[in-house]
């Protein structure tokens, strides 16, 4: 070890650090006065310095020969300069950022990979409400149906984006992370869930708290479930970095994919903003300003959204509101932002009056997150610069679904261990209720250094390492219920054999042990410039313990660019622990009736209870194995670049049905004449019923190739068009086991169990066209977006597995059957699988949407929003003749007010 700490020691000192010194002045254009504030940033070497009160910076960078400074300010439209060692002092001119449309960038721009990077004007050219609308833009997603009554979850390069229900869509959601300024959001902590094992893994957030009522049908909880984009407001982002392929080392605890948002900071101008939209209105404030040399910049954005989808549906309603606050503190070595931002759902509960159930539903969320990010830059040979990203978050969700019922006095088991006990009863009519008070709390902590050398070689080496940990814990109540208002689906088991566990209640506070996660990762970018060629390779290692599972993760990026083509290929690994929701199901309560008498002179009712420990602290992180292979190349101002990939989640969370072979107690009902009857144990009774167990027994793979072209200005100086699309064929596999039951009632074999091959094949084909007229002098902009569905089949196949590999008798037992009488039709012929092969294919359909801008000199700036437009309605006819529309995005409207003093 000595060793290798010496060698590495002598690595860095042989490489050479040459500083070259460049001085300049960022002027205003049209008053020529000296700009202050203005950031000058060198990406590549991390160093940046901000301009003086006449606009003027000097800026120590390592000698290269290629050198571009990026000049950053908010009032002003962002500039980057190409510059050699010879330049010497630099005068660099920016025009006023306002609401004007000069230049527009309406589509996701490539970077170095894959990534793809949406600036201002691409996320106006949605009417976004929320992060999605703008994310919508990607290749392969579409303009979804407009409804923001339910959480929204996204998912990339797969063909199951429209499939929210399914189990691989759920895993692959969860995997998609979000990080804000460095600091990711995360969802792991909620436990919204009131009935954990009860259904699939995934699907339990769409039947436990929903409302369907006047033809809508929303969920407001997403337990288990990636971040709800709802919660993240548009009005101060700056640019989004969407990474679908490989990310960096320094990024964890995902794996489908990376959403990077940076948000504004220093001296704006107040901006407000007003937007409608099919029963929904938003209105954003925001402003930067300057409090001193030494105290630095504050920024301030506030968003309020009010979602009412149906207006005649009282209980379907979305209030939000968002205030972020960001203190910026800059000097010659250091920068330093404290970032406060509050939310809160606005819901008192609400009650239809005219639901003779009087249906009541709440759903409060309120949080609060401090963040600190801190920048250090060192001036020695070490250390080029140390950042440390901290965060603090806490929530407090609240869920409540009552309703009127009259059941006749429904038996209410309260028995808290496995036997034989006497139960309750609910009332004959009272409301049935499920409530749900959680407190998730999360940390973040994240240290880095990084450094910067070029080798005698011209090896150029951008160096970076540090260490995370992450946090997560929900102090609430919990499930929270009582005898007198039991929910009739979640009291008793069936003898036959069901999953309705028995509810009681359970404290996420008193049970729960909070999820630590800690990480650690070196990343190297490594470029060489030769005269017309560039290679860069970015080499990364990760290592996680989550939950107590060690893992490594490599990652590879790497592009090869000669002239006007580019070459790029990747590699990566990357996990996902599983959520609290997850891990921690609470007991579980299988109630059977024994007895249930009801006369003049008595009420009693007799349970058998079976209490199961079903948390899933064995659960593993779900892993991604992700890679890609592509190539970029410009012609004459035609952009068009092409990305292979295939991706392989593992370990991913599903249901496995479990038969339980228990020992209870048998009785025998003691007859007390006017008294009521009594339970006398007599010995014990063999009982079975039905499980449900989340195992980490998923697996799905997508194939695929996506596209982008860019033809900038190439038919007419005031038309741009943008063209992208996505093939993608997903293979999702169910390893839990199949159980089939016999053909022949009598059989002692009854049901016959095969190792679950069952698997999904869905194909996808999409295409997306923008086509911008622009017309600058007036600041007027027509954009048409087009959207092509060419290929939307699902197919269910089993692998065929005709036969079984066990069987269960007709008391639940298990018998493995030896290979070689798997086939044997004579014993086990009745339980023999036939292939089942559907095919499911959607028609081919097109939509077009249009969005027209217009802006004022005056600093007042409209913009108008028609989904589908031309009201198209697709339709196919289907095997019967029948005429069947497709469900398409319908026509609706929009509409956005923007004004910047």
């Avoid at 960001?326 to 970032?339: A, E, P, R």
């Avoid at 006497?422 to 499920?434: G, M, S």
């Avoid at 008391?811 to 092969?837: P, W």
């Avoid at 700036?861 to 995005?889: H, K, M």
Wanted: hydrophobic share 35%; net charge negative; glycine share 6%.
């Amino acid at each position: 070890m000595k060793n290798r700490v010496l060698l590495i020691c002598l690595i860095f000192t042989a490489f050479v650090f040459g500083q070259h010194q460049y001085n300049g002045k960022v002027i205003d254009i049209i008053s020529g006065k000296g700009i202050a504030n203005v950031l000058v940033q060198n990406k590549a070497s991390n160093r940046s310095v901000f301009t003086s009160k006449n606009g003027s910076f000097t800026i120590n960078l390592p000698s290269e020969k290629n050198i571009t400074l990026h000049f950053v300010h908010l009032s002003y439209v962002n500039k980057k300069l190409f510059i050699s060692q010879k330049s010497k002092i630099l005068e660099v001119f920016l025009e006023e950022n306002n609401l004007r449309i000069e230049e527009i960038e309406l589509v996701g721009k490539k970077t170095k990979n894959s990534e793809i990077i949406l600036k201002k004007e691409a996320i106006q050219n949605v009417q976004a409400f929320t992060a999605l609308e703008v994310l919508e833009q990607l290749p392969g997603q579409s303009v979804s149906e407009f409804s923001l009554n339910s959480f929204k979850n996204i998912v990339f390069r797969t063909a199951e984006i429209a499939e929210p229900s399914g189990e691989s869509y759920g895993n692959k959601a969860f995997g998609t992370a979000i990080v804000i300024n460095d600091i990711p959001v995360s969802n792991n902590e909620n436990m919204q869930n009131w009935a954990p094992n009860s259904s699939g893994v995934f699907s339990n957030s769409f039947s436990q708290f929903s409302i369907s009522n006047n033809n809508t049908n929303s969920t407001y909880t997403n337990a288990g479930f990636g971040t709800d984009l709802r919660q993240i407001a548009t009005e101060n982002i700056e640019e989004i970095e969407i990474i679908q392929g490989i990310p960096s080392a320094k990024y964890g605890d995902l794996t489908s994919g990376l959403i990077k948002i940076k948000t504004k900071a220093g001296v704006t101008p107040f901006k407000t903003s007003v937007s409608f939209r099919d029963g929904t209105t938003q209105v954003n404030a925001s402003k930067g300003f300057k409090i001193s040399d030494n105290l630095g910049f504050i920024n301030i954005s506030t968003s309020y959204l009010n979602a009412k989808e149906d207006p005649k549906d009282i209980l379907n309603e979305y209030n939000r509101i968002h205030l972020n606050t960001d203190w910026s503190v800059f000097s010659k070595n250091t920068s330093n932002t404290l970032s406060i931002n509050l939310m809160t759902s606005l819901d008192d509960g609400r009650e239809d009056p005219n639901d003779v159930n009087e249906t009541y539903v709440e759903n409060e969320e309120k949080s609060i997150t401090i963040s600190n990010r801190f920048n250090y830059a060192f001036q020695n040979k070490w250390i080029d610069k140390l950042n440390i990203n901290t965060s603090f978050s806490y929530k407090n969700q609240y869920s409540l679904r009552r309703s009127l019922v009259n059941l006749g006095g429904t038996i209410v088991p309260v028995s808290l261990v496995s036997g034989i006990s006497e139960a309750l009863y609910t009332p004959v009519v009272y409301y049935a209720t499920r409530e749900i008070d959680g407190k998730p709390i999360t940390f973040f902590g994240d240290i880095e250094i990084q450094k910067k050398w070029t080798s005698t070689k011209n090896w150029l080496h951008q160096f970076s390492a540090g260490v995370t940990l992450r946090y997560s814990d929900n102090i609430g109540e919990g499930r929270i219920g009582n005898p007198e208002t039991a929910d009739n689906q979640f009291t008793l088991s069936d003898i036959n054999g069901n999953n309705n566990a028995g509810f009681r209640p359970y404290s996420f506070n008193e049970n729960l042990v909070a999820e630590k996660q800690y990480s650690a990762y070196l990343q190297n970018n490594i470029t060489k410039h030769w005269q017309e060629d560039t290679f860069n390779m970015s080499l990364g290692l990760r290592w996680d313990n989550q939950n107590g599972y060690n893992i490594l993760s490599p990652r590879i990026n790497s592009y090869y660019k000669r002239n006007n083509l580019k070459f790029r290929a990747g590699f990566g690994l990357s996990s996902k622990a599983p959520s609290l929701n997850s891990l921690y199901t609470g007991q579980q309560y299988f109630d059977f009736i024994i007895g249930d008498f009801r006369t003049e002179n008595y009420n009693v009712a007799y349970v058998q209870t079976f209490v199961k420990e079903p948390q899933n602290l064995d659960l593993k992180p779900t892993k991604s194995l992700n890679s890609e292979i592509g190539f970029d190349y410009t012609w004459n101002r035609i952009n068009f670049s092409a990305t292979g990939f295939y991706k392989k989640l593992y370990n991913g969370l599903t249901s496995l049905t479990v038969y339980n072979n228990v020992i209870g107690n048998d009785y025998t009902i003691v007859d007390n004449g006017n008294n009521a009857p009594t339970i006398e144990v007599t010995g014990e009774k063999e009982f079975i019923y039905e499980d449900l167990k989340t195992i980490n027994g998923l697996t799905s793979e997508d194939y695929g190739i996506e596209f982008n072209i860019n033809l900038p200005k190439v038919i007419s100086s005031n038309i741009d068009v943008a063209i992208n699309g996505l093939y993608v064929q997903t293979v999702s596999f169910d390893r839990s086991n199949i159980y089939t039951t016999s053909t022949i009632e009598s059989e002692e074999a009854s049901i016959g169990v095969f190792s679950n091959s069952f698997k999904t094949i869905q194909d996808l084909f999409r295409v997306s066209a923008s086509i911008s007229y622009h017309i600058p002098k007036v600041g007027l902009l027509f954009n048409f977006k087009t959207e092509h569905f060419l290929v939307n089949r699902t197919s269910f196949s089993d692998d065929f597995q005709k036969y079984p590999i066990a069987y269960l008798d007709q008391e639940y037992n298990y018998f493995e059957i030896a290979e070689t009488d798997r086939s044997n039709e004579q014993l086990y012929g009745h339980l023999f699988r036939n292939e089942n092969t559907t095919v499911n294919d959607a028609n081919i359909y097109h939509n077009i949407h249009l969005r027209v801008s217009k802006d004022f000199t005056n600093g007042f700036r409209i913009d108008f929003y028609a989904n589908n437009f031309l009201n198209l309605q697709p339709t196919y006819v289907d095997f019967n003749g029948d005429v069947v529309r497709i469900e398409a995005t319908s026509l609706s409207f929009g509409m956005k007010l923007n004004y910047q003093f």
